[in-house]
């Protein structure tokens, strides 16, 4: 579905997640491959980067009542509400500073130095440029320009979540 209408649903979302108390990660629609209902995934996370189960059942309560009343979406869809999962995307800007160190994959809307996907430890941000150790070389990579970002699983990242606190 286009980004016109995820920045639409993001927006009459977004309210009630951090009116619990949540940040919204991503609001992505995904089609069936069998022509059934399509999936609304609203990832949601607390400020420390932590989620449970009755936090995304009081998220998915709360935007369904939204979600009937505006009704943006014009076809058959079931609502998805999760954690961004270990192996995370990156979003939001503050992303790349909270994950900096971390094996990363992003790929870019547009050839940046004939390439477009990077894979490597994320260095961080200067000036909303996301900084990436790629083999060696920093790549600077433009944030509004990245298509989609995520964590790689590494052992270190899954030391550094399971010393988080629950």
Request: proline share 4%.
């Amino acid at each position: 579905m286009t980004n016109i209408l995820m920045d639409k649903i993001a927006k009459l979302i977004e309210p009630t997640i951090e009116g619990f108390g949540f940040e919204l990660v991503r609001v992505q629609l995904f089609s069936s491959p069998k022509g059934g209902a399509s999936t609304l995934q609203v990832m949601a996370e607390s400020e420390d980067g932590t989620m449970t189960v009755e936090g995304c059942a009081k998220i998915s309560r709360g935007i369904s009542a939204i979600m009937d009343v505006e009704d943006p979406i014009d076809s058959e869809y079931v609502l998805e509400v999760s954690s961004p999962g270990l192996d995370r995307p990156l979003t939001r800007l503050k992303d790349f500073v909270n994950y900096a160190g971390f094996q990363t994959k992003v790929e870019m809307n547009k050839t940046v130095d004939n390439r477009k996907r990077y894979r490597g430890k994320l260095l961080g941000i200067e000036d909303n440029l996301i900084l990436m150790d790629v083999e060696g070389e920093v790549c600077k990579l433009s944030f509004s320009d990245i298509q989609k970002a995520k964590l790689v699983m590494t052992d270190e990242l899954m030391a550094f979540a399971s010393a988080r606190p629950s």
